[in-house]
């Protein structure tokens, strides 16, 4: 290598790494005040640390939330959706991919296009369908309007995995006898398992962080507050709560469980969008 | 019925449905597709028409009196600048400093890849509201606020950020990208790897005079990549200032940090105006549907996809 | 469901009885009772007596005007080491907005000719905004909605806050200095007009069996017990009288509470609090919120700001009638 391209690549390690710590500088920030006595969070506020760390913000919110409720309720909406995507995605996908019919072309752009529909476009609508079936504050009234939400996006990602998939396989199971929904079932999910365990994390992750929609549709009722309603019900209610350490600690706990998710789902969720994604 | 005859009908039928198995794989997902996002947006094309409440929506019909309500208020025009000042923003944050790091991290081994890769991944799986929460600790408008901490070791009065016209806008959008960068950090990543490593080091490998290389072979493989991210930044950079506007600014100080599709929220959910809310959704779906099919109709004719 | 229903089907004469008539007339929109009142808030000014007490000022005597507290702003920043004093947590329910706007001799809402409008675009309203937003502008308050203002001022960041007294409970809860509090501002001769605050309960049943059970319990929320958990906890005005005078119920706590004593003393400044009438009622308020931003951001004087929101709010109040 030449000297021109070390030191460039010197200086693509320090622009990263700053780049890096800028990402990261606020979750230090959460970690560090959820662990802070109350009145050291507006001393040495430059500081995330402290010599002194306490449990008290996290005992305070555990004693004033019900967060239980709140993690069973962000569970069952998230699961839902999951599942009820996947279980959507999966013979769609399958038969984009791999059967010719009228009209593909056509139910394909709708799928697809769907996507372009702003989900606030449609709050409203949703809203008061979701009324009149007297779902309006229950787990299932979050649940289904999302399903079709998104939807698109799982196909398409399930897809760009398929057809990459080899043919003769298929052909192979088709000589056998075998019928289209057993290649379904045996070949296609298994073959493409680690694509549909990330494309499930991902929809999990992204469902259990949504806000704006459990809160229009869940906000009513404390019984049907996600955590992420949860915790905004806690930072604005002018009526208790609403001081930083206990507001951090809620907040480290509602992302406790989509983070360690990730973790263990690292490389399965990198590799898959690092394959489905961006092949066009 | 004899079996014989019994087994031709089976296999006439499994023949018949033979040509409707596509059609019954697609069609759950298509039912619930239709159901709960065009039905939904046909229903709100209706809206459009009619001033009403939450409870009665359809309470007068008004013609076009919603869309002329909108259009004609002073504050559409900053509505529209606004939130293409976000888009522009977002181009900035989510497509130009991701794919550029992307670019840097040539120079990097696998190991330091994956370690800022699963780093600056991480924004993206924490709820966007509890991310909002962390940024409102920095841009707190007390002296004791992080940003205003610093700007007083330069001797600087503290700052309202959020209840200032000229710079909560600007912050609305730098925790959006924090939050969205490292995903289209991901993908660009994503695109660089499917590029063969030769083309790449030899571009690497010239420094400087590597340039018109990357110019040449590097940017137009990576086009394809760089399409996708494009396009979901311009679909995405409205909704990804919304819940930060939500919780921070509810479109204020003024107006100042509201966008057209921030509008629609709260004219639907804050004055409860559905009629209102749905002729902005239309507006929106407009330009939006047209922004979208400019960018693919002047990209379509430079990018070969790869299929 | 009308409460006179609720009484000939479920009982109840007895425990209407014990409301004094201007509470039952609260609800009361023309053609009898529609619900029970709970219990009030209204807005006054907490304060760290700790800063009194460091600027050699005594904390028993806090300012009960405008120009008082303008007198000793100057020694409470000094003493505090430069934090601002003041912080009016405000957000689109105008809430504060209206306390300034009404206290300085203006109306939010005014009958004419049998229609409603603004009177935001008078020079009284325009003076109480400017006064609020001239203390944003030379930093002697901080400019924060009320997500910021209660930590700030639970943290120390500010010496004095004007809020609810619905947040005394929490307030008290989490400072770690002297809290004390007294009644909001008045302005030169001007009699204080505050708005009153609260939340509705509303319980919606068809079931007869369901309904009694509310209406019971209702009863039992307006009940000298259930005010006196309610005000112990939060910090709302019991609208049952005598309460906080009687032993057995609030008394003592109100003894040990001065600050409770502050919102009880002030009850009789307090005022309805203005949404704007129609189904533009809440686009109009956002209006009314705007123009506060606008003028606490220094983008526009008070007056320039108001005009404008005034012209929009008229607009889109058009047509609501109004009696007298």
Redesign the interface.
């Known amino acids: ?2 000297v ?2 070390v030191t ?2 010197r200086l ?2 320090v ?2 790494f700053i ?2 710590l ?3 500088t ?2 230090i ?2 970690l560090g ?1 959820s662990f802070k006595p ?2 050291q ?2 001393t040495n ?2 500081s995330p640390f402290t010599t002194t760390p306490t449990l008290e913000n996290y005992a305070m919110v555990l004693r004033t939330v019900p967060i239980v409720q709140y993690l069973w309720n962000s569970l069952t909406f998230s699961a839902g959706v999951t599942l009820g995507q996947i ?3 999966l ?2 996908a ?3 991919s791999y ?1 010719d ?1 009228r009209f ?1 072309n056509f ?1 394909l752009a ?2 697809l296009l ?16 979701l ?1 009149q079936l007297r779902l309006v504050n229950t787990v299932p009234g979050l649940i ?2 999302m ?3 998104s ?2 996006f799982g ?1 398409f990602l399930l897809r760009q995995h398929f ?1 990459s998939f080899q043919k003769d396989i298929l052909e192979a199971a088709m000589i056998d006898g075998a019928s ?1 929904w057993q290649i ?1 079932t045996r070949v296609v999910a298994p073959a493409n398992r680690s694509a549909i365990a990330a494309l499930a994390v991902y929809i999990l ?1 992204n469902t ?5 929609w459990p809160l ?1 549709v869940g906000g009513g009722r404390v019984e049907s507050y996600t ?2 309603v949860g ?2 019900m806690y ?2 209610n ?7 350490g206990s ?2 600690a809620a ?1 480290v706990l ?2 406790l469980p ?2 360690l ?2 973790l263990a789902m ?1 490389k399965g969720i ?1 590799r898959t ?3 489905g ?4 | 019925m004899s079996a014989a005859h019994s087994r031709e009908g089976t296999r006439r039928l499994s023949l018949r449905l033979g ?1 409707l ?6 069609a ?3 039912i ?10 046909a ?2 094309f209706q ?1 459009s028409f009619y001033q009403g409440n ?1 409870i009665n ?1 359809f309470r007068s019909y008004v013609g076009l009196g919603n869309y002329t309500e909108m259009i004609g208020s002073s504050l559409f025009g900053d509505l529209i600048l606004q939130s293409l000042l976000y888009t522009v923003l977002a181009l900035i944050g989510s497509v130009l ?1 991701p794919v550029s ?1 992307a670019f ?5 081994t696998e190991r ?1 890849i994956d370690f ?16 909002v ?3 409102a ?2 841009f707190l408008p ?1 002296t ?3 940003f205003n ?2 700007l007083g070791y330069f001797g600087q009065q503290p700052r309202a950020w959020m209840k200032d016209p000229l710079l909560a806008l600007p912050g609305i959008a730098l925790i959006a990208n ?1 939050k969205v ?2 995903f289209h950090f ?2 660009a ?3 660089l ?2 590029i063969p490593r030769e083309y790449l080091e030899a571009a ?5 005079s590597g340039w018109p290389l990357i110019r040449r072979v590097v940017l137009p493989l990576f086009a ?2 760089g399409l ?1 991210i494009l396009i979901i930044t311009l ?1 995405g950079a ?2 990804a200032v ?2 930060p506007i ?2 921070m600014t509810e479109g204020g100080p003024n107006n100042a940090t509201n966008n057209l ?1 921030y509008a ?2 709260s004219e ?2 804050r004055f409860f105006r ?1 009629g209102q ?2 002729a902005l ?1 239309i507006i ?2 407009i330009l ?2 047209g922004l ?1 099919y400019w960018q693919y109709r002047l990209f379509d004719r430079n990018v070969t ?3 | 469901m009308p409460v006179s229903d609720l009484v000939a089907a479920y009982g109840g004469e007895d425990y209407l009885a014990t409301f004094p008539q201007n509470v039952i007339d609260l609800t009361d929109l023309g053609s009898g009772p529609i619900g029970i009142a709970y219990s009030l808030s209204n807005p006054v000014v907490y304060y760290n007596a700790d800063v009194f007490t460091a600027a050699g000022l005594d904390p028993s005597a806090a300012p009960t005007t405008w120009e008082g507290w303008q007198e000793i702003e100057p020694a409470l920043s000094e003493a505090s080491g430069g934090k601002p004093v003041f912080n009016f947590g405000y957000g689109s329910d105008n809430w504060i907005l209206q306390a300034f706007v009404e206290s300085a001799g203006g109306r939010m809402l005014v009958c004419e000719n049998g229609e409603y409008r603004t009177g935001l675009d008078s020079a009284e309203a325009a003076a109480g905004l400017q006064a609020w937003a001239d203390t944003v502008l030379s930093g002697q308050s901080i400019n924060a909605g ?2 910021d203002a ?2 700030a001022f ?4 500010t010496v004095t806050y004007t ?2 007294i ?2 005394r ?2 307030i008290q809860d ?1 400072v ?1 200095y002297d809290l004390r509090a007294t009644t909001f501002p008045q302005f030169g001769e001007n009699p204080v007009r505050i708005p009153g605050g609260g939340n509705f309960l509303t319980v919606f049943a068809t079931d007869p069996a369901q309904q009694e059970a509310a209406w019971k319990w209702v009863q039992f929320l307006t009940s000298p017990e259930g005010f006196t958990a309610w005000t112990e906890g ?1 910090g709302y005005v019991p609208l049952l009288p005598n309460l906080t005078e009687d032993p057995a119920y609030l008394a003592d706590f109100v003894a040990a509470n001065p600050i409770e004593q502050v919102a009880i003393d002030q009850l009789g400044s307090v005022v309805r609090w203005t949404s704007f009438p129609g189904p533009n009622g809440l686009a109009a308020g956002e209006a009314a919120f705007r123009a506060t931003q606008a003028a606490l951001s220094g983008e526009q004087t008070a007056a320039d700001a108001l005009a404008a929101a005034a012209e929009e709010i008229n607009t889109l109040i058009a047509g609501q009638a109004c009696a007298g």
Do not use: H
């Open positions: 290598m030449s021109k391209a460039s690549a693509a390690r622009i990263l780049a890096m800028l990402v990261v606020p979750l920030f959460q005040i109350p009145d969070v507006f506020v430059l279980l959507l995605a013979p769609a399958f038969a984009f059967y019919f593909k139910l709708l799928v769907s996507l372009l529909v702003p989900f606030v476009v449609t709050y409203i609508p949703n809203y008061l369908l009324a289904l309007p399903l079709g939400v939807l698109g196909i057809v289209s379904l992750i259990w962080n949504q806000f704006i229009l955590l992420t915790v905004q930072f604005t002018p009526e208790g709560g609403n001081v930083w507001i951090m907040s509602t992302s989509t983070i998710m990730y690292r990198l969008f690092t394959e994604a961006v092949k066009g | 040509k198995v596509p059609y019954l794989y697609i759950p997902a298509l619930v597709i239709l159901l709960f996002v065009y039905w939904p947006l229903r709100t809206l939450l929506p400093v790091l840097l991290t040539l120079a990097l330091e800022y890769q699963s780093l600056l991944f991480v924004p993206t799986v924490i709820a966007f509201n509890v991310v929460l962390i940024w600790f920095f007390t004791g606020g992080l901490t610093i924090w960068m490292g991901l993908l990543i994503a695109g790897r499917a690497y490998v010239d420094g400087a394809p990549t996708f679909i409205l909704d919304f819940t939500r919780v599709m629609i929220y639907g959910f559905p809310a749905s959704s929106l779906i939006f549907g979208i996809y790869e299929r | 009320y997500n209660t930590p639970i943290a120390g960041e809020y609810s619905a947040g409970g929490n989490q770690a939060l």
